[in-house]
């Protein structure tokens, strides 16, 4: 079994910065694919950016590229989710997600992922 926890959400006004944490613990070494998802009131949850641990190549939504920065330090099993320059449309609930496969163009969608967090939200004022 696999254990996700993600903090790090709050609210910040348009252009500020917030980092996400997601600690991982349980069986980790079946997972090594990494990734970050958001849902906003009424729509349907949504990819953000992925990461592998063993290679740490990564998978960036268009919108975030160049704001968001994904990266992992593997002795704490922690990912972490730099978002900069945020914006109102950045909005959402927050969910860390694990996936016991490797990282590929499959790590764009949700159905990848076995385990998921509990979600942090982040709220962007304009």
């Known amino acids: 079994q696999v254990q996700l926890s993600d903090s790090g959400g709050g609210l910040v006004q348009a252009g500020g910065s917030l980092r996400l944490s997601c600690v991982v613990s349980?069986?980790?070494?079946?997972?090594?694919?990494m990734g970050w998802f958001r849902q906003a009131p009424g729509k349907e949850r949504e990819f953000v950016a992925a990461?592998?641990?063993?290679?740490?190549?990564?998978y960036y939504r268009d919108s975030v590229k160049g704001r968001f920065t994904i990266s992992r330090e593997i002795p704490k099993k922690t990912v972490y989710l730099q978002m900069n320059s945020l914006k109102s449309d950045d909005t959402a609930v927050y969910y860390c997600?694990?996936?016991?496969?490797?990282?590929?163009?499959?790590?764009?969608?949700?159905?990848?992922?076995?385990?998921w967090g509990q979600g942090t939200q982040v709220t962007v004022s304009s």
């Open positions: 349980g069986r980790t070494s079946i997972t090594d694919v």
């Open positions: 990461i592998s641990w063993s290679g740490g190549g990564t």
């Open positions: 997600a694990a996936a016991n496969a490797r990282l590929t163009y499959r790590a764009l969608s949700e159905d990848t992922y076995d385990h």
